[in-house]
Each structure stands twice: as C-alpha cells, then as structure tokens.
C-alpha cells in the first residue's frame, strides 16, 4: 500500500521532511510508525504520540487503507 506521511515539530526535523509517500505493507499506524521510526530514528515511542488519519484520531491498531493519509503527531511545548 502507499502512505502519504505528514511529520511535525520535532519528527519533521528528525526526517529531514514535512512530508513523505511511502510504499509498506504496514496494516496499523503502529506498524508503520515503527518502520519510519527506525529509519528516521524517531526519538519517541508510539505510545507517546497521536495518530491521524485521514483528519481524524485514531487508535493505533486502526486497519489502514491504501492511499490514506497518516499523520503523526509528537509531544510539544510551548511557553
């Protein structure tokens, strides 16, 4: 399937991108988190972040579809 991946914060820096499109056989956001996140060595894990999809937050063992667009959102702060 392919992914259209959008990183914020702290994993867009850490991937060097705002946005990817990825090919995976991932069938979860956590399965595909943990594929970009070794690759892009993300600093988190899952359980620290949120996941959208397609504009709406999911749980982590969502059933993903082909094309769907997957967001990952880190931790911030601000002041």
């Not at 867009?12 to 990817?20: F, L, P, V």
């Not at 993903?64 to 702060?77: I, K, T």
């Amino acid at each position: 399937m392919t992914y259209r991946l959008l990183y914020f914060a702290s994993l867009a820096d850490r991937a060097g991108c705002a946005e990817e499109v990825r090919d995976s056989a991932a069938g979860t956001p956590r399965d595909l988190y943990a594929e970009v996140a070794a690759a892009h060595r993300f600093p988190f894990a899952a359980d620290r972040l949120r996941v959208a999809v397609n504009g709406a937050f999911v749980a982590w063992d969502h059933a993903l579809s082909d094309r769907d667009e997957v967001v990952f959102l880190p931790p911030v702060s601000g002041g």
